[in-house]
């Protein structure tokens, strides 16, 4: 059997008593470690567990999951995914593979941060579409997500922003090469969010969709580790989040849409400045 | 402290290890169990926790919650909700009235539907916004979530519908009375949401809007108990989930917007006659 366990947001602790029980009896344990990251490391769940994990890159995972899937037909396999097992696509393929060889398969659920957000005080059905805002570089910057960001908010609707992992990224270098070398790893902050969605909305007023740019002072809701006992969390305009630090990884970003006034009186205690969140509704 | 615990979606061992810790030294745990419900009672998670646990309905939580947060400062009182805390407003709410008697809160998150429906294969950031399908009586027959769904589909997005619960609804007649009495708990199926949806497709067709109609032949996928054994998944027309049963309660149905090739790959084994996944893309 082929089992996909959540772990949550934060530590250890955080994974169900189920997907515990299947943690201590399986026979093989991985780690999906590249499109998110809990507060503590695989020691820290090899200790919890009493057993130990191997870690699952984007290689091992994507070209082939024959590892993963090796004797899963009669073997319990299980791969740990941080937050809820269907936050990333790689783990719907790994499923489906799982499938074509009739390999039997169970998913353990999990908080995942499309519901924690809530945390922040804004209600979940008053999100629209999340979108993903990726690391630009010299001669890659998409800014597709802008458009739904603006959809959103012209519906009353708040956008979470999922912010950009690099986790075992070969160097340009070392692309054709035969033994790879990889760039630090990084997560994307708030703060180099913000910035981005600043540089576009320069982009936007120059050009001639000028109605349709997010105001420097609309209202964002900065979180960080959200879960783990060092969860932070801002409510401040655009430009001030980019003079924000929330400290470690992960971050996300919201940008507000239309506030209620129960969102308003609990987005307060995270604000900046509460005059800020008290206004918002009009910006 | 206040704790609010998340069960996550299935039976008693889908609490978190952490949330588990604090129930069974908690001083006083309560169950919330009026916005959703587990496929196991109250019995089932008093044995698995070794202890005793307080259902509070809706007047215990809405009326006050003055018994839940009573010396709460200097006692650990727990909340248990079905699926994550902010799911629903009214702990939103109470978290607000612990912060004004200076009571410290702590959130344990887990799974709810809002994520878990992933577990169909339709992919969570291709969701707009949620929306929530209430019981039509003879006399109050909303149909504002029905815009809201051809909106998401306008943008090529997923719609999940929360369909209705009602438990211990007191009877019209004993509004008036001392004493209430109160109506059998209603679950609505995905059969009966369906129901509702094309009779407001028939309205909007008789009216002057008739291009925003849902087609009756537009692909939903009907999901029940999502995270249990007993979890059930079809996808199918509209229409025809009108006629489809999915057994016991909760259930809840995604009206289905643009579908990418790996979604309808996955989406496929679910689906009640195979060809309607297919060409699904065109309707």
Redesign the interface.
């Known amino acids: 059997m082929l089992y996909l366990i ?1 772990l ?11 997907g ?2 299947i943690v201590k009896n399986a026979d093989r344990v991985y780690l999906e470690a590249y499109t998110s990251i809990l507060t503590v490391g695989k020691e820290a769940l090899e200790q919890f567990y009493g057993r130990s994990i191997v870690i699952a890159d984007r290689d091992l995972l994507e070209q082939g999951a024959q590892e993963i899937l090796f004797e899963a037909d009669c073997k319990d396999v299980v791969l740990l995914v941080v ?5 990333a ?1 790689t783990h ?2 790994l ?2 593979r799982a ?1 074509e060889l009739n390999i039997p398969f169970r ?1 353990i ?4 941060i ?3 957000v ?2 922040c ?1 804004l ?10 805002i990726p690391y630009w570089t010299d001669c890659w910057q998409p800014d597709s997500f802008y458009e739904r960001i603006i ?1 959103n908010r012209v ?1 009353g ?1 708040h956008t979470l922003c ?1 912010l950009d992992i690099k986790v075992k990224e070969p160097t340009l270098e070392s692309l054709t090469k035969k033994v790879k070398e990889y760039m630090p790893p990084r997560f994307m902050s708030v703060s180099e969010a913000a910035d981005q969605l600043l540089k576009i909305t320069i982009n936007v007023k120059n050009s001639e969709n000028n109605g349709k740019a997010l105001p420097e002072e609309c209202l964002c809701v900065g979180v960080a580790r ?2 783990s006992d060092s969860q932070k969390i801002i409510a401040c305009s655009l430009k001030q989040m980019k003079d924000t630090d929330l400290g470690p990884p992960l971050h996300s970003l919201i940008i507000c849409g239309k506030l209620h006034p ?1 969102e308003i ?2 987005l307060s ?1 995270f604000a900046l400045n509460e005059q800020d969140v008290q206004n918002s509704v009009e910006v």
Chains 1, 2 share one sequence.
């Open positions: 959540g949550g947001l934060g530590d250890a602790k955080d994974i169900t008593v189920k515990l029980e937050g809820d097992p269907f936050g696509t719907t393929d499923v489906l499938k998913i659920h999990n908080a995942s499309l519901n924690a809530g945390c005080g209600q979940l059905y008053n999100f629209g579409e999340t979108v993903s959809g519906r609707l999922l959200v879960g129960l009186e609990y205690q």
